[in-house]
């Protein structure tokens, strides 16, 4: 990985020495060649020059057909120069023609997003179909990275054609699902590639948009694959010893009462923490004399025999949890993974943000149905404090605009108050912050409110608290959310079943997509919004100008003052190393009289300026003489007088 642009305090010593314990401790993993543009026409490759096929997941008949390009296989990347005689990279699927000419080929039609949910197969078939790209838009797909079981992890970027290219422009990144559970979140992604796709004129010229909707793709099979039983946590295919038995994945959840879901179970324990509310389908904290206690566990036995139920099931890292920025450790978060970055998934966005001028990452997962702004620490626990002050304007202005666009309530969340402090330690967004210097936010397709449709029901709030990830002890709002617009439907009533040990316990719970991601009738709703949120990131993004307010010769002497701006609502940079370089460059026959070649200011805000620079140079008539700007998110820029 190159170095790090933005490190705060003592968030650099961390990244560093988990870089370098994660090389010194795991083997290589895999790395892509350099992206080299393929030309977009429809003449097939030539036989000597042509990659060799490689394994590659099956892509279902029905999907629209795959450009005639292969996927390379997931070991060592080819030399350089094989890769130079092939006349570009087999990675990269459907780039621009290299002269920047259309080709003469009619396209087909482009398939659309429908929204249901995808396997991964099916999405990047989606996703190889849309890499051919339509008039007006040039479009790159990378199939190199591979998770350590082969499966790709596509990453999609788009914009509107135009000289520059897209990996040297300003990107928008979105990011779906890679706490490997919002399946919801990676259609989010799939239907914003798609209105944009469909909607070209929406694109600003000189823009980019990186899509990931499958960050955590071994996750999302296995919750594709298990969506009706409800198994998966989120974590990849690596063996994870989550009670530290020595002694993986050997106590999983099981289907009790054979009903085909694996649900939630309740233990009877003289001193345990819940009790059943005055809604008996919901559960409340015990308080003194309260009784019957229960214990709250995945439903399932004790395959293991350490008085312990379903403590380490099927399931490994959460990628959402592997970034160096407020990473836990294995000791206390054993699905983070055994050092940071440890996971080629992780790897592979980081690695994407960091070789970009990335202003803003989107990350679509979650079921808050809210925006949420970097800083997973509670700062009651003395937590870091994200994001800086001088910054959280500018997140908490976008947070708004993300909210309105959906529809959400526009009161920005933070992490630590929708998720407890394992799990959201090691997080994305607050790496993509921190290191990357993006405008980062989590933004939750489902939520309790987005179907809402019904007056509030009077309740007894002082029974409805916030509970654990299931959800079972009451939220009001998804209670709710469950009478009002479903009519109940969707939840399981307790119901007891006999252990072999002859214990009885009860069963029951929140059933499969109704809670971690919608039901499928739901998905239209959960997504809305999303195309229009991304549309207004992309019209935010920092533009920068300069201006000449005085250009005036007096002799041989030439007094210049300019300044830039910033046309976007995001900031030109963020953190505290973020500088706007001002600079003046002079030809050779002229000299500076007065003044600093290069100024560095403070980064500007949204829509502000820089304060006014003046020189005073000695030039011959007509010599051009410039002005430049730069600063980190955003692209360098120059204006040229001749007075």
């Known amino acids: 990985m190159r170095a790090c642009l933005l490190v705060i305090g003592p968030i650099a010593l961390a990244l560093v020495s988990a870089l370098c314990a994660r090389s010194a401790a795991q083997e290589p993993l895999p790395r892509p060649p350099e992206l080299v543009p393929v030309a977009q026409d429809s003449r097939p490759l030539p036989a000597e020059s042509a990659p060799a096929p490689a394994p590659a997941p099956a892509v279902p008949a029905e999907s629209a057909p795959a450009p005639a390009v292969s996927d390379p296989p997931a070991s060592d990347p080819p030399p350089a120069s094989k890769v130079a005689a092939s006349g570009g990279a087999p990675h990269v699927v459907g780039a621009p023609a290299s002269n920047g000419a259309p080709t003469a080929a009619p396209r087909a039609a482009l398939p659309r997003y429908e929204p249901r949910y995808h396997s991964p197969e099916q999405a990047i078939a989606l996703l190889r179909a849309w890499s051919a790209g339509r008039e007006g838009v040039d479009v790159e797909l990378e199939l190199a990275w591979r998770t350590r079981a ?4 596509p990453f999609l970027t ?5 000289p520059l290219p897209l990996r040297e422009r300003p990107t928008l990144v979105l990011v779906g699902a890679l706490d490997g559970l919002s399946r919801s979140g990676s259609e989010a992604v799939l239907a914003i590639v798609d209105a944009l796709l469909e909607r070209p004129q929406a694109l600003p010229d000189g823009i980019a948009v990186l899509a990931a909707p499958l960050a955590s793709p071994e996750a999302l099979q296995r919750a594709f694959d298990e969506r009706k039983r409800g198994l998966p946590q989120g974590g990849n295919s690596v063996l994870v010893d989550e009670d530290g038995d020595l002694v993986a994945d050997e106590d999983a959840p099981d289907d009790l009462d054979g009903d085909g879901a694996v649900l939630w179970m309740l233990i009877e324990e003289p001193r345990g923490p819940l009790v059943r509310g005055a809604d008996p389908r919901f559960l409340v904290p015990a308080r003194p004399g309260d009784g019957p206690r229960y214990r709250l566990v995945r439903e399932g036995r004790d395959d293991d025999a350490d008085g312990a139920f379903n403590e380490d099931g099927p399931g ?10 407020g990473w836990s450790g294995p000791r206390r978060d054993p699905l983070g993974g055994t050092t940071p970055l440890s996971e080629p998934e992780a790897v592979a966005l980081a690695e994407q943000l960091l070789a970009r001028k990335v202003y803003a990452a989107l990350v679509f997962q979650g079921h808050h149905g809210g925006v ?9 626990r003395r937590a870091p404090s994200l994001p800086l002050p001088a910054d959280l304007p500018a997140f908490e202005r976008l947070a708004r605009t993300a909210a309105e666009r959906l529809g959400r309530s526009t009161a920005p969340l933070r992490a630590w108050q929708v998720r407890d402090s394992a799990a959201g330690a090691g997080a994305f967004a607050d790496w993509a912050y921190t290191v990357a210097g993006a405008l980062a936010l989590e933004i939750a397709p489902w939520g309790p409110d987005v179907e809402s449709r019904a007056a509030p029901r009077a309740r007894n709030e002082a029974e409805l608290v916030s509970g654990p990830g299931a959800l079972l002890v009451n939220d009001a709002q998804w209670v709710r959310w469950l009478d009002d617009e479903r009519g109940g439907i ?6 007891p079943v006999e252990l072999e040990s002859g ?9 499969p997509e109704t809670v971690d991601n919608p039901p499928e009738e739901s998905l239209t709703r959960a997504v809305a919004g999303c195309d ?11 533009t920068l100008e300069v201006e000449f307010e005085a250009v005036e010769r007096r002799g041989e002497l030439v007094r210049l003052v300019a300044r830039a701006r910033n046309r976007g609502l995001v900031p030109t940079g963020l953190g505290p190393e973020a500088r706007l370089a001002l600079k003046l460059e002079l030809p050779s026959d002229a000299r500076l009289v007065s003044g600093a070649t290069e100024q560095l200011l403070d980064s500007l805000p949204g829509y502000g300026a820089s304060p006014r620079v003046e020189w005073w140079v000695a030039a011959p008539a007509g010599a051009p003489l410039a002005v430049s700007a730069e600063d980190k998110l955003v692209r360098r820029v120059r204006v040229e007088v001749r007075p």
Do not use: M, Q, T, Y
């Not at 969707?490 to 119901?495: A, I, K």
């Not at 214990?503 to 059933?511: D, I, K, N, P, S």
């Open 490 to 495: 969707g939840f399981c009533d307790w119901h």
């Open 532 to 542: 229009a949120l991304a549309i207004e990131f992309l019209k935010a993004a920092p």
């Open 316 to 325: 490994g890292v959460v990628l959402d949890r592997n970034f160096p920025v």
């Open 503 to 511: 214990a009885r316990v009860l069963v029951g719970g929140w059933e």
């Open 158 to 162: 788009l914009g509107k054609s135009g």
């Open 150 to 153: 082969g499966l790709p992890v």
């Open 372 to 380: 949420v702004l970097p800083g997973a620490g509670d700062p009651a």
